[in-house]
């Protein structure tokens, strides 16, 4: 909602920086053609999603919805950006392996929480 905002307000822009000077239609066009490929793309991907979106109850998106925001905090704690879980997850969901990118992830992080248990008591004795 906002991207389009945002892009209806630069090609309102443009259109309006073309009164002073028509040298501007020139950076207009690349802006114009721009806003053009950025709307076909957004068109594009959203229709890809709800095609390859499988069904699910209701039971099942607040699963998903609560596995993705431990996953979402994991990532905010580590400092990785967001894009490149997304990479790691797309490319496995592409190319599959034996052990995920997620897998991996769910997998370090319960061993990781034994092993700083483990290290805790460690230290308190």
Request: aromatic content about 14%.
């Amino acid at each position: 909602m906002v991207v389009g905002i945002s892009l209806i307000a630069a090609l309102v822009f443009s259109i309006w920086l073309t009164a002073y000077n028509a040298w501007i239609w020139v950076f207009s066009a690349v802006i114009i053609v721009w806003l053009v490929v950025l709307v076909v793309f957004a068109f594009v991907t959203t229709f890809a999603i709800g095609l390859l979106r499988p069904k699910m109850n209701a039971n099942q998106e607040a699963a998903v919805s609560a596995f993705v925001d431990k996953v979402e905090r994991v990532t905010d704690y580590a400092g990785t950006p967001k894009i490149i879980v997304l990479f790691k997850v797309l490319r496995d969901l592409i190319w599959p392996r034996e052990e995920s990118f997620i897998l991996k992830a769910t997998k370090d992080s319960t061993s990781l929480h034994k092993d700083f248990i483990q290290l805790s008591k460690d230290f308190d004795s």
